[in-house]
């Protein structure tokens, strides 16, 4: 450990990731465990889109790129830009990297001096406080409430900015809770930043197609063509495309900030993988029917697994309205089980009692809470809560 450094020593693995690895591990000793860690979709990449990368390979595009992804796909992204999200942006506007995770630590890289605030809602997807310490900033956490839908609100927003604060990030709709913002939430949200002109604003838009909301999703630069230079749009085919490991995601924002995210990316992965980037040119390019049936396959678990969840003794779940994750309260299931005192705990106790794996809250900035995916099949799902009810119930 002398070895190193004291800011690694200060980052958290990922938990999400850590208990995917867990589950796999106990299922290949030969454990018979249900997985609902993972945050991807369990469906294939549509055969199109595989098709391009493979002619992509046969055509020798195996080659270096321009380090902000290629003009092809560059395009494609201007384009899906302007028809699904009504923004207009340039070529220069828009660097590509190894999923959209990539692109926001580029990001915090990029814009973060030392000690400056980075502003994050919990409940929070688990990277951001760690991307954000890795790159020298601080995380200012906001706390929000059930009875708000988990969304930060105006006002939170507004006493939690200060001198120091460089960026916001907004996650929507959200991994873990599923909530999504409103249009006039996020009016609310773009007025407290027009005020404030020396925040950034990151939007990470990475589950607007797993989404079915009452209103359309409505982008914030749409919204607010004077903060334009001030948002930074985060998206990518991984999660709407099912193309998580094809590791594909981009910044949209203001040419000075992504020529700085591209300055980073040249020093350290140089382009993202050419195959892939000709896969997901297809994505946006191609025919989009696909992003209906997993929409509409998410939609459907959703409702299953929120109203199976509530009908478990202890168990609280609000309904979400994108993502596919539920984030039920369990904290009254902790309570009823000896030995288990959190949801740490408590996650722990359903992988050895239950076989079935779901991520504890606490690394989400959420006790008390616990994460179900439920990108898996609905038979999987009911397996799943029938070994959860068994488990739970004799404690009631
Ligand atoms: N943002 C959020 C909120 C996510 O949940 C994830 C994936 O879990 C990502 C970004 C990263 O996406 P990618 O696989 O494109 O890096």
């Given amino acids: 450990s002398e070895f190193v450094s004291d800011l690694v020593k200060r980052v958290k693995p990922s938990a999400t990731i850590a208990v995917s690895m867990k589950a796999a591990e106990l299922k290949r ?15 294939d990449t549509p055969d199109h889109i595989k098709k391009a990368a493979i002619e992509a390979i046969q055509q020798g595009k195996t080659k270096y790129t321009a380090v902000d992804g290629t003009p092809e796909l560059k395009q494609a992204i201007l384009g899906k830009l302007l ?19 990539h692109s926001i630590s580029n990001l915090l890289c990029a814009v973060i001096n030392p000690g400056d605030e980075v502003i994050i809602p919990t409940p929070y997807w688990v990277s951001y406080p760690d991307m954000t310490l890795l790159a020298g900033g601080k995380s200012v956490l906001v706390e929000t409430n059930i009875d708000a839908d988990f969304k930060l609100t105006a006002d939170q927003l507004n006493q939690a900015i200060t001198s120091k604060t460089k960026l916001v990030m907004l996650n929507s709709p959200s991994n873990p809770t599923g909530k999504a913002y409103t249009q006039a939430e996020l009016v609310a949200i773009g007025e407290v930043i027009l005020a404030h002109p020396k925040v950034l604003i990151a939007t990470d838009d990475i ?19 004077a903060l334009k230079d001030r948002v930074i749009i985060i998206n990518g085919v991984s999660k709407a495309y099912a193309m998580t490991g094809w ?68 168990v609280k779940c609000s309904a979400g309205n994108g993502a596919f994750y539920a984030f039920p309260d369990v904290s009254a299931l902790v309570k009823q089980i000896d030995g288990v005192h959190d949801d740490v705990e408590l996650s722990t106790w359903l992988l050895e009692n239950a076989g079935v794996a779901v991520v504890p809250g606490t690394p989400f900035g959420a006790p008390g809470y616990v994460r179900l995916s439920f990108a898996t099949s609905i038979d999987v799902l009911k397996d799943a809560i029938n070994r959860i009810a068994c488990a739970v119930k004799p404690h009631f």
């Fill in 207 to 225: 589950y607007e197609h797993i989404y079915w909301g009452q209103e359309p999703l409505v982008n914030l630069v749409a919204l607010f063509p």
């Fill in 83 to 101: 028809r699904e999200n009504h923004v207009s942006y340039q070529a220069n506007e828009i660097l590509v990297s190894c999923g959209a995770k």
């Fill in 247 to 314: 590791r594909i995601g981009f910044a949209a924002g203001n040419a000075e900030i992504i020529t700085a995210m591209r300055k980073v990316q040249s020093q350290s992965t140089s382009n993202p993988c050419s195959i892939s980037q000709a896969a997901a040119t297809a994505a946006y390019n191609g025919p989009q029917d696909c992003l209906m049936v997993m929409k509409t396959a998410f939609k459907e678990r959703h409702d299953y697994l929120v109203s199976a969840l509530n009908d478990l003794p202890g």
């Fill in 29 to 43: 000793a030969g454990k018979d465990v249900i997985g609902l860690g993972a945050g991807e979709p369990d469906f």
